[in-house]
């Protein structure tokens, strides 16, 4: 690792942690019992949690690390309400009702966060700045012009196609054939995000515990016991909100999410023209490739904030800066001299059908396995939860209930994954 490309004041966390830290609670015992016990603080937990304790239930809310330590306070910032598979995947799996279901809930969930956001009054930098989705490939720009033009009747995306000859006028980059502007698509700051959703679930009575593991759960006779680092809890009902966290207190969950490592890095300030010029639009950018690479300026205009994976297994993230960095070179190469101010990861929960689930066993619920579109989908799908927990009448969506796949011998440690990723760089080289 060539120590050169790091700043004087570099640090191995998330960019997000400078302006908005991790928070405490005010105490940290806890409860004997609770109507409703939440495995895990970030955006599902949290949003589960205001409607349980807004609908009255005595709602306590755990976390393994500190609040949001996870992926709600690592990922990019950038807000989709979009599922992977296309509606022609999901019409072959679940038929053409249930596909067109399944997408035009997920795209309602991103309306859905707008407005609660702009409702409680939640400072997070939020903007409808529309995203690039760039083509790597004159094969991917071809397919993305054809499936444009084709889209399902209903659900349409409001937006543009982008020539070669125009693409500066999004990305100035000499890495990409064309691509798509997708204008729905929204950029936040998430840490500030999760501070005030942490904020109003305290203020609306929900109980929170950090470092407090859960270790194993046992169904009793009135509810579930669990077992923690820090006691014992009764709780009436369970709400299991862990995705690419998910671990050994939950087996059966834990077999069906795949834990994915995703990078990411910041620049230092930038010449604003220089800042400016890279992304004209201040849009957020991803592209075709499958290997997924995203970035943005950060929200006051100043840094790039790059993600990508970069491994074929996981790694620290001092050691994925230098390949991180040359990714970003490529699409970048103004950025030669820019040096690397942070550099950090987080695991994204992926499930082997790329559909995030929602479901209940007798009193557990669970959402989990966003697939990537985990600012929007979590808080949707955790808003959701808690009003099926509150048994609220037409609270189920389209993916509940669905089947939650597994594969024969997986137990949660994803041996596949570095062959998967081998593979995927040779489609992405050629395709």
Not at 119 to 136: K, P, Q, T
């Amino acid at each position: 690792m060539d120590p050169s490309i790091f700043s004087a004041d570099f640090k191995p966390e998330p960019y997000w942690w400078d302006r908005t830290p991790r928070p405490v609670p005010l105490d940290a015992s806890l409860p004997d019992q609770a109507d409703v016990v939440i495995v895990g603080s970030g955006y599902t937990g949290l949003n589960a949690g205001l409607v349980t304790a807004r609908g009255g239930l005595s709602t306590v809310i755990v976390d393994a690390e500190q609040l949001g330590w996870g992926c709600s306070s690592r990922n990019g910032g950038q807000v989709s309400g979009e599922v992977k598979p296309s509606y022609k995947e999901l019409a072959r799996l679940h038929g053409p009702a249930q596909a067109y279901a399944i997408i035009a809930e997920a795209r309602s969930a991103l309306q859905w966060v707008g407005d609660f956001i702009n409702d409680e009054g939640i400072d997070c930098d939020y903007r409808h700045c529309g995203r690039f989705h760039a083509a790597h490939s004159a094969q991917q720009y071809a397919t993305q012009k054809q499936e444009f033009k084709s889209q399902v009747k209903g659900l349409e995306r409001d937006g543009h196609l982008v020539d070669e000859t125009q693409i500066r006028n999004e990305v100035d980059s000499p890495f990409y054939h064309g691509g798509l502007v997708i204008n729905q698509h929204a950029s936040l700051d998430p840490a500030r995000y999760h501070q005030g959703l942490y904020e109003r679930a305290l203020a609306s009575g929900c109980y929170v515990v950090d470092n407090c593991r859960v270790e194993n759960i046992v169904r009793n006779a009135d509810g579930f016991n669990l077992g923690t680092a820090k006691g014992q809890i009764q709780a009436g009902k369970v709400i299991v909100a862990t995705s690419g966290y998910t671990g050994s207190a939950t087996p059966w969950h834990q077999r069906r999410i795949i834990p994915i490592g995703s990078y990411m890095l910041a620049t230092e300030m930038l010449d604003p023209d220089l800042a400016r010029s890279l992304i004209p639009n201040d849009r957020v950018v991803s592209d075709t490739r499958k290997l997924v690479v995203y970035y943005r300026l950060s929200p006051d205009g100043h840094r790039i904030l790059f993600g990508a994976r970069v491994s074929y297994k996981e790694t620290d993230p001092i050691s994925s800066a230098g390949p991180l960095r040359l990714e970003m070179l490529r699409i970048f190469p103004q950025l030669a001299d820019a040096k690397i101010t942070h550099s950090w990861m987080g695991f994204v929960g992926y499930t082997f059908d790329k559909l995030p689930h929602l479901g209940e066993d007798n009193g557990l619920f669970y959402a989990m396995g966003y697939c990537g579109s985990g600012i929007c989908l979590s808080s949707y799908f955790g808003h959701r939860l808690g009003q099926q927990a509150l048994d609220i009448p037409d609270a189920t969506i389209p993916m509940n209930g669905l089947r939650f796949e597994t594969r024969p011998f997986y137990r949660g440690n994803p041996w596949f994954l570095g062959p998967t990723i081998r593979y995927y760089q040779i489609r992405d080289r050629f395709n």
